[in-house]
């Protein structure tokens, strides 16, 4: 009996921490948008970056991801160990707590590094171009919001 309980909560605790993964690893030009493929730098032209702005942009974005990749695939190990800890009947409680705050810290790097990212692109924009950037993000909001409510 334990060990279903047990089972039940490893299995809801990782279902939680994929619908923290996504957002987590989506960087800063991505968040908001209705078109996920659309360019990431996309909202940052709209806002008014020129050509070199916009160059230094696409290099912190390499950069991240270059840096991101090596994290996401870290992840997904942990992700598998605590797949098979789901598998036994009677896994030890402080081992999968563990690979828990193990995955948890990965997971706050990789919301950190977003962060970092997201700040230093702004940097690079002018007073004028960052305020364009975030009332093209706030209508943004407003449109799904409301596209939201009318489902």
Do not use: C
């Amino acid at each position: 009996m334990a060990g279903k309980q047990f089972s039940s909560t490893l299995i809801a605790a990782l279902l939680g921490l994929t619908t923290m993964i996504l957002p987590a690893v989506q960087a800063d030009e991505q968040s908001g948008s209705a078109q996920p493929s659309r360019d990431p730098v996309a909202r940052y032209v709209e806002a008014g970056a020129s050509p070199e702005q916009v160059k230094k942009i696409r290099e912190l974005g390499k950069d991240f991801d270059d840096h991101s990749k090596v994290r996401w695939q870290l992840l997904m190990n942990l992700q598998k160990q605590m797949r098979e800890f789901s598998t036994q009947a009677d896994a030890d409680e402080s081992t999968v707590i563990a690979k828990q705050e193990e995955i948890n810290k990965v997971v706050g790097e990789m919301s950190t590094e977003r962060i970092k990212l997201m700040l230093k692109i702004r940097s690079i924009l002018t007073p004028e171009q960052k305020q364009k950037l975030v009332d093209l993000m706030q209508q943004q909001q407003k449109a799904q919001a409301t596209q939201g409510a009318a489902h």
